[in-house]
Nanobody, 126 residues
Framework: QVQLVESGGGLVQAGGSLRLSCVASAASGRTFSSYTMGWFRQAPGKEREFVATINWSGGTYHADSVKGRFTISRDNAKSTVYLQMDSLKLEDTAVYYC?????????????????WGQGTQVTVSS
């Protein structure tokens, strides 16, 4: 079992930046570094969508909608994954969720992930 706790959300003006953090606590004996981590988001009335993913070796993949603006990274010593969000747009407003997958592959589909956090709200204003 892995517990994920997100933080760093808030209200920001368009063009601004935020950095989300997700701290993982793993009770199964597996180390944090062995998990593939992902960020997803869900806007009101829309389905949860993929944002970015990072695997054990630091390989990353970002959705086209955020490529060049958002960057996923991880600090295995702190059991933490980050999402640096720059040049924020109104359409980035959503609840952002952190997720963990037990396989070593970069994953973009929700059902591939085994554990989820509770989410953190990001609101971009004009």
């Amino acid at each position: 079992q892995v517990q994920l706790v997100e933080s760093g959300g808030g209200l920001v003006q368009a063009g601004g930046s935020l950095r989300l953090s997700c701290v993982a606590s793993a009770a199964s004996g597996r180390t944090f570094s062995s998990y593939t981590m992902g960020w997803f988001r869900q806007a009101p009335g829309k389905e949860r969508e993929f944002v970015a993913t990072i695997n054990w070796s630091g390989g990353t993949y970002h959705a086209d909608s955020v490529k060049g603006r958002f960057t996923i990274s991880r600090d295995n010593a702190k059991s933490t994954v980050y999402l640096q969000m720059d040049s924020l747009k109104l359409e980035d407003t959503a609840v952002y969720y952190c997720a963990a997958d037990r396989t070593p592959y970069l994953q973009t589909r929700r059902y591939e992930y085994d554990y989820w956090g509770q989410g953190t709200q990001v609101t971009v204003s004009s």
